[in-house]
């Protein structure tokens, strides 16, 4: 390889549309991170960016991705946000032998030798947070969610794990993607009262939600944060920067959090201070970057682009990304990751009141991750601040 060698990378997110937000933060990092490969003497090559934007539209993913691949050479996709788009583009990659990189996390009982998961799976979201949160909240949920994939699965997940813990969901509900109209929703909440609510609600749906709920707070002590929480495992920075006291207070598990003390992480944001000025970084866009990152570490590797190749050059073996050293499980593609958890507050950032300081197996199918946990109240944990 010299110098003069470029790849193509496809970036596939949807800038507009219904879900532009959490779209946008992937695009960021994948593009930062490009930049970044493109500024390291470590590579001696250049990648070359190629986007399209689906607009939400799930039916223009897939000919998208074809495009990205039959036009522009790309055997490398990084992109989609929703199950749905993923579950469009995965037929497109493995008829044209290219590799999609997804860097959301997702819900599970999915693997395919041209997908690379670089976000956590439902043993490395879900659990651990129904684990932080019913012992110190009670085990009587409210689910509710985006009426596709991502919200029926993973309110079944955790259904589920309640049912046979002896705990209790009070109601499941969903509402259409980008659907504001939730009214209904605060009314049931109002009615029976959950000990806390998952919130599996995407883009403008999850926000007109959680000012709802503000509003219900603020009239009725009872749904304040610290007696009635929301818990979400797909919440990040980027979308809470906008949403001030009405995210407040309310709990998200990340592999990745912005105010993580380490020196890893603070090398990292000092290095995108000068590729991205003012990006509001949160666990889209890392998980994007990181993406990047290895693919470039994986051509670097094995001298070539070849989608086996660059797979056979990561499994096993780990690359330093700003998630920490991480390599593919070689049975289901997916990667080691941690679980923290956070708790919002009115500026935007977390507050990380559990830091897993061991990256926990994928398991996608839950065939080794036990689904009886103890979810009882624990009357003798310390009271939880009133985050204002």
């Not at 090559?45 to 399209?52: C, D, I, K, M, N």
């Not at 019913?134 to 794990?161: C, H, K, Q």
């Not at 998200?252 to 990006?279: H, M, W």
Request: aromatic share 10%; hydrophobic share 40%.
């Amino acid at each position: 390889m010299t110098g003069n060698v470029t790849y193509p990378v496809g970036v596939l997110f949807s800038r507009s549309g219904s879900y532009a937000q959490p779209a946008g933060q992937g695009f960021g990092g994948a593009m930062a991170a490009i930049e970044h490969v493109n500024a390291s003497r470590r590579f001696p090559f250049r990648l070359e960016a190629h986007h399209l934007d689906p607009a939400g539209e799930a039916d223009r993913y897939a000919p998208f991705c074809r495009q990205l691949i039959r036009e522009h050479g790309v055997r490398h996709v990084v992109g989609c946000t929703t199950s749905w788009s993923r579950k469009e583009v995965i037929p497109v990659v493995e008829k044209l032998d290219a590799l999609l990189w997804y860097p959301c996390v997702y819900e599970g009982f999915e693997v395919s030798e041209n997908l690379i998961y670089v976000a956590a799976c439902a043993n490395q979201h879900l659990v651990p947070l129904l684990d932080y949160i019913a012992p110190r909240f009670g085990s009587r949920a409210m689910l509710v969610g985006s009426n596709y994939i991502w919200g029926w699965e993973t309110n079944r997940i955790a259904r589920d794990i309640l049912h046979r813990s002896g705990g209790e969901v009070l109601g499941e509900r969903f509402v259409s993607m980008g659907d504001t109209d939730i009214a209904h929703l605060i009314d049931e909440v109002r009615e029976k009262k959950p000990d806390f609510i998952l919130n599996n609600l995407i883009g403008p749906s999850s926000y007109a939600f959680l000012r709802a709920l503000q509003a219900l707070a603020e009239a009725d002590d009872r749904f304040h944060p610290d007696r009635c929480p929301v818990i979400s495992c797909n919440l990040y920075e980027g979308e809470i920067a906008g949403l001030g006291h009405a995210a407040a207070g309310h709990f998200t598990v990340s592999c990745y959090f912005r105010t993580i003390q380490s020196p890893e992480n603070d090398s990292f944001l000092k290095t995108l201070a000068a590729l991205d000025p003012g990006a509001v970084v949160d666990a889209f866009y890392v998980q994007a970057f990181s993406a990047v990152v290895m693919i470039a570490e994986a051509i670097a590797r094995s001298g070539s682009d070849d989608a086996d190749l660059v797979r056979a050059a990561l499994c096993g073996q780990a690359v330093d990304t700003p998630l920490g050293a991480i390599s593919v499980d070689r049975w289901t593609n997916h990667v080691e990751l941690p679980a923290h958890i956070g708790r919002a507050g009115a500026d935007g950032s977390f507050e990380i009141v559990k830091r897993s300081y061991e990256a926990i197996a994928p398991d996608p199918f839950l065939t080794s991750t036990p689904l009886v946990r103890p979810l009882g109240r624990d009357e003798g944990r310390p009271e939880l601040k009133v985050v204002k």
